[in-house]
């Protein structure tokens, strides 16, 4: 069985069609502050999915035209520099910037010479500048160019917990009649992931995010330790391809595991030391909420229970 016969995300013509419900909020502020900047505008965007980015792009670019700059591997800051010159000289005013992928190295560097750059590329460009990263890319960005990295006004989520095309195990459609999930279907689906695992690199990006599948799977089933274990294997593989913001999600999976134990504390931890500071460096506005709200729950459990 391959990656793509389970829907591990592949390009996909058609994917960047519709603006994907989770990411609906994001869409709307990116889309304003595409429309209505004027000055010096640096905007992230994070995605998992080029055909998906490609639709957004296309989307955004309905509302108010933008450049499509696509950088070289080969392509240094300096580069990147001259090229917005040009753009603003030929009349642009809102560029997406495409970043090639790189090894971690490589990426490090970048960012590096970019962040000494930062004063040159607000002049080179004052106007929207919206850079598509990875997850990977942006937890870079954020600790390897902290100086450029403080200018940004806002950075977007049009990442998946789950692959695209995979069926979201939290929805209805496991529900059918409103009498708890469909075990047969949800069981197929765990066979299927274990038969794909049994033949992939289980530290691959494909197989952490059919690890986190399964997580949610073995949860619906009752299985919570089944459930903890692949969510400890997916935050591992996330970690390992440098997915901070993934890893951090499969974290909290894992801190739900352990409150529905009445293991509290050990759930605060998690939330307290491997999501929340991760989500704010991040500066992903929704996942910070989130996070504190489940601290600020679990806090009050534990005064609870001692007292």
């Not at 700059?69 to 040009?86: F, K, N, S, V």
Request: net charge negative; with cysteine; glycine share 6%.
């Amino acid at each position: 069985m391959t990656a793509a016969a389970l829907g591990v995300p592949t390009p996909d013509p058609g994917a960047g069609e519709v603006v994907q419900t989770e990411h609906s909020g994001d869409f709307l502020r990116l889309t304003r502050l595409w429309q209505h900047r004027t000055h010096f505008s640096l905007l992230f965007a994070a995605f998992d999915n080029p055909a998906y980015r490609d639709g957004l792009i296309q989307r955004l670019n309905t509302v108010q035209p933008g450049l499509r700059m696509e950088l070289a591997a080969t392509d240094t800051p300096q580069d990147w520099l001259a090229r917005l010159q040009a753009a603003m000289q030929a009349g642009e005013k809102r560029v997406h910037a495409l970043l090639p992928a790189r090894s971690q190295e490589d990426t490090t560097r970048w960012w590096q010479q970019a962040n000494v750059l930062r004063e040159r590329l607000a002049d080179a460009f004052p106007a929207t500048l919206l850079v598509w990263l990875s997850d990977a890319d942006i937890d870079t960005a954020a600790h390897q160019a902290p100086d450029l990295w403080n200018w940004r006004e806002a950075v977007f989520t049009f990442t998946h917990a789950v692959p695209v095309n995979l069926p979201d195990l939290s929805t209805e459609r496991f529900f059918p009649f409103g009498g708890g999930p469909d075990a047969k279907g949800v069981q197929q689906r765990l066979a299927d992931i274990e038969q794909y695992l049994r033949q992939a690199e289980t530290d691959s990006v494909a197989a952490a995010y059919l690890q986190l599948e399964a997580a949610l799977a073995h949860e619906r089933l009752g299985q919570l330790d089944e459930s903890e274990a692949a969510a400890r294997a997916a935050a591992s593989a996330f970690q390992l391809a440098g997915n901070a913001l993934l890893a951090a999600k499969a974290q909290g999976h894992i801190a739900y595991i352990l409150q529905l134990r009445g293991q509290l504390d050990e759930a605060l931890t998690i939330w307290q030391t491997e999501c929340l500071p991760v989500f704010e460096r991040l500066g992903l506005t929704r996942e910070t909420v989130i996070a504190n709200v489940r601290v600020m729950e679990l806090q009050a459990l534990v005064r609870e229970k001692r007292s």
